[in-house]
Antibody
């Protein structure tokens, strides 16, 4: 079955960097776009970024544009989120999610299956 | 972009129907038939229950239905059951090629 497993979370200081990984199985990795979504304590879901199935197109939320970068390794079935200049308000559980539709380039994104999340705490 | 607007909480008795609204703008909900709904039980990952306004993934109960009018989408749960008690989130594709979530609605079964 479809499985997504996030890793790389932890406690970091403000201003530092962290890279999250998401290993997937149960579907053809190279056919689907992938998302990162987070949930801060006591808050709702916040979509962060998506990368198309072939990695050629990426889109991100204004709140993280210029600080967070989504990428993928289609040889190792792994999704990444590089997070730079972390702030205390980036503290959240970070989820990776598979898109519902194969071979989408730029539109109609629908996060479908989700991982269990990885906690990132930014604190001095 | 601001989150889509959902009521913080909605409640109903078993067997009743209830509706959760999700209001956006012409740049998201009103502009595209790409509204989704997710169910989230505590400690669990979100589960997609409706996409493209009114399509259910296989395995999702027919008690869940979606609709849209203008800039507002709605999720209706009919024949409310105890196991429907959860948080519900709407989302929409946007004109910025992004995804925007609602703030979430806590559904309580009385």
């Amino acid at each position: 079955q479809v499985q997504l497993v996030e890793s790389g979370g932890g406690v970091v200081q403000p201003g530092t960097s962290l890279r999250l990984s998401c290993n997937v199985s149960g579907f053809t990795f190279t056919s689907y776009g992938l998302h990162w979504v987070r949930q801060a304590p006591g808050k709702g879901l916040e979509w962060l970024a998506v990368i198309s199935y072939d990695g050629r197109n990426t889109f991100s939320a204004d709140s993280v544009k210029g600080r967070f970068t989504i990428s993928r390794d289609n040889f190792n079935n792994t999704l990444y989120l590089q997070m730079n200049s972390l702030r205390t308000d980036d503290t959240a559980v970070y989820y990776c999610a598979k898109d519902r539709f194969p071979y989408r380039h730029t539109s109609g994104w629908v996060p479908d299956y989700w991982g269990q999340g990885s906690l990132v705490t930014v604190s001095s | 972009q601001s989150a889509l607007t959902q009521p913080a909480s909605v409640s109903g008795s078993p067997g009743q129907s209830l509706t959760v609204s999700c209001t956006g703008s012409s740049n998201d909900v009103g502009g595209y038939d790409s509204v989704s709904w997710y169910q989230r039980h505590p400690g669990k990952a979100p589960r997609l229950i409706v996409y493209e306004v009114n399509t259910r993934p296989s395995g999702v109960s027919t008690r869940f239905s979606g609709s849209k009018s203008g800039n507002t989408a709605s999720l209706t749960i009919s024949g409310l059951r105890a196991e429907d008690e959860a948080d519900y989130y709407c989302s929409s594709y946007t004109s910025s090629h992004s995804v925007l979530f609602g703030g979430g609605t806590k559904v309580t079964v009385l």
